[in-house]
Nanobody
């Protein structure tokens, strides 16, 4: 089992940048595929980005490709999401998730979740 705790959310102007983090504890971090999802008010949770166990492979939602970067530091048990050129419609609660078996875009494939961190993009 692993516990996940996000941090770094906040208020950012449209076009700006923000880096959010997810710290893991209670498990072997390097054994998990990690991902970021987001959920805006009134909408379903959507996939943002995922990264392989060692960090060598990544995948992104088309909507964020070229603007967001997912990375991980296994020595620090932390996964990051660096976000650039943020848009108003990307205001959401951003959550990290861990999976044992695959790097997936489906939230049902992830076994562990953090509580989320709020990212608000303003005009």
């Amino acid at each position: 089992q692993v516990q996940l705790l996000e941090s770094g959310g906040g208020l950012v102007q449209a076009g700006g940048s923000l880096r959010i983090s997810c710290a893991a504890s209670g498990g072997t971090f390097s054994s998990y595929f990690m991902a970021w999802f987001r959920q805006a008010p009134g909408l379903e949770r959507e996939f943002v980005a995922a990264i392989s166990r060692g960090g060598g492979s990544t995948t992104y939602a088309d909507s964020v490709k070229g603007r967001f970067t997912i990375s991980r530091d296994n020595a620090e048990n932390t996964v990051y999401l660096q976000m650039h050129s943020l848009k108003l419609e990307e205001t959401a609660v951003y959550s990290c998730a861990a999976a044992r078996y695959s790097m997936s875009v489906r939230d049902s494939d992830y076994n562990y979740w953090g509580q989320g961190t709020q990212v608000t993009v303003s005009s």
